[in-house]
């Protein structure tokens, strides 16, 4: 319980980070290390495998491929981003206070009960990988037929469709100078 | 406050910071961040029953956090790939200029 109420005030406060920075690199790497706190959290609550799957999906690619994706574009006008920040955050928190609302009254009504055991419940890397290739083995291929899909999709977007010039801008007259 | 009703209250007030950040940012990329926000605070609530919950030897709460992990990598990866597309035409990740489809 202890690891536990030390980092859930940790991870809010750099979800707040992310959500709340105007730099856009400063938010990417506060994602980064909110992600790395969560992947902590599920080894301290005994959830190695997830854990590490975390860190390494989540911090080793995702995180960095945002990083990286910030670094090669250009980023917006912080000066405007915080001008417009008060009728954008009216905006939002009208829109999240009555979700989260919603979340917390159901959560005091449904009262969740006191856990009936201590320990962790076993998951050992065999017991997944039996799991993996015998019930879920369905799951599995079409993840995997998906990922193919999506690292061939990926690699022609970032290359260019055929037929549109990638310098040439927009018809709009909105873009801005390269 | 007992370890689940904890693990509940982080994953609620993560998901809603990941709404407020999907609505108020106007960087493409600053969305996406939101969005996986949101989808960590839904695998913490699979992790949490999994856990604290009654004993499942099916290992259901970890294996839809495996596949969730995999289909969040993927959205990522097409998401990126489509903002870095539209920032080679316009110039900018910035989600008001693309207004070209506007009546």
Redesign the interface.
Same mark, same amino acid.
């Given at each position: 319980?202890l690891p536990?109420?030390i980092l859930?005030p940790l991870?809010?406060l750099a979800?707040?980070g992310?959500?709340w920075k105007a730099r856009?690199v400063h938010?990417?790497l506060l994602?980064a290390l909110?992600?790395a706190l969560?992947a902590l959290?599920?080894l301290a609550?005994?959830?190695y =495998?997830?854990g590490l799957?975390?860190f390494m999906?989540?911090v080793g690619?995702?995180a960095i491929?945002?990083v990286f994706?910030?670094l090669?574009?250009?980023?917006?006008d912080e000066a405007e981003?915080i001008s417009?920040?008060p009728s954008?955050?009216l905006?939002?928190?009208i829109?999240?206070v009555p979700?989260?609302a919603v979340?917390?009254i159901s959560?005091i009504r449904a009262n969740?009960?006191?856990?009936?055991?201590s320990d962790?419940?076993s998951?050992t890397l065999q017991? =997944?990988g039996e799991?993996?290739f015998t019930?879920?083995a369905p799951?599995v291929i079409t993840?995997g037929v998906?990922?193919t899909a999506?690292?061939i999709?990926?690699?022609l977007?970032?290359r260019?469709?055929q037929g549109?010039s990638?310098s040439?801008? =927009?018809?709009?007259g909105?873009?801005?100078?390269? | 406050m007992t370890p689940l009703a904890t693990l509940l209250t982080l994953s609620s007030v993560l998901f809603s910071l990941g709404l407020l950040a999907v609505l108020t940012r106007r960087n493409a990329i600053l969305i996406l961040v939101g969005i996986e926000l949101m989808l960590n605070a839904a695998n913490i609530n699979f992790i949490a029953f999994w856990r604290y919950g009654p004993p499942d030897p099916d290992l259901t709460g970890p294996m839809f956090v495996l596949f969730s992990i995999a289909i969040a990598a993927a959205e990522a990866a097409v998401g990126l790939a489509i903002i870095l597309m539209v920032f080679r035409h316009t110039r900018s990740t910035d989600l008001n200029r693309l207004d070209s489809l506007h009546g």
């Amino acid at each position: 319980m202890l690891p536990l109420l030390i980092l859930s005030p940790l991870i809010l406060l750099a979800a707040l980070g992310a959500v709340w920075k105007a730099r856009p690199v400063h938010a990417a790497l506060l994602l980064a290390l909110t992600l790395a706190l969560i992947a902590l959290l599920y080894l301290a609550i005994g959830a190695y =495998f997830i854990g590490l799957v975390q860190f390494m999906v989540y911090v080793g690619a995702v995180a960095i491929l945002i990083v990286f994706s910030l670094l090669i574009t250009r980023p917006g006008d912080e000066a405007e981003e915080i001008s417009r920040r008060p009728s954008s955050l009216l905006t939002g928190l009208i829109c999240t206070v009555p979700v989260l609302a919603v979340l917390f009254i159901s959560l005091i009504r449904a009262n969740p009960p006191e856990p009936a055991a201590s320990d962790a419940p076993s998951a050992t890397l065999q017991q =997944f990988g039996e799991k993996l290739f015998t019930t879920h083995a369905p799951v599995v291929i079409t993840v995997g037929v998906l990922l193919t899909a999506v690292l061939i999709g990926a690699a022609l977007f970032a290359r260019g469709v055929q037929g549109i010039s990638s310098s040439e801008p =927009f018809e709009s007259g909105k873009s801005l100078p390269p | 406050m007992t370890p689940l009703a904890t693990l509940l209250t982080l994953s609620s007030v993560l998901f809603s910071l990941g709404l407020l950040a999907v609505l108020t940012r106007r960087n493409a990329i600053l969305i996406l961040v939101g969005i996986e926000l949101m989808l960590n605070a839904a695998n913490i609530n699979f992790i949490a029953f999994w856990r604290y919950g009654p004993p499942d030897p099916d290992l259901t709460g970890p294996m839809f956090v495996l596949f969730s992990i995999a289909i969040a990598a993927a959205e990522a990866a097409v998401g990126l790939a489509i903002i870095l597309m539209v920032f080679r035409h316009t110039r900018s990740t910035d989600l008001n200029r693309l207004d070209s489809l506007h009546g």
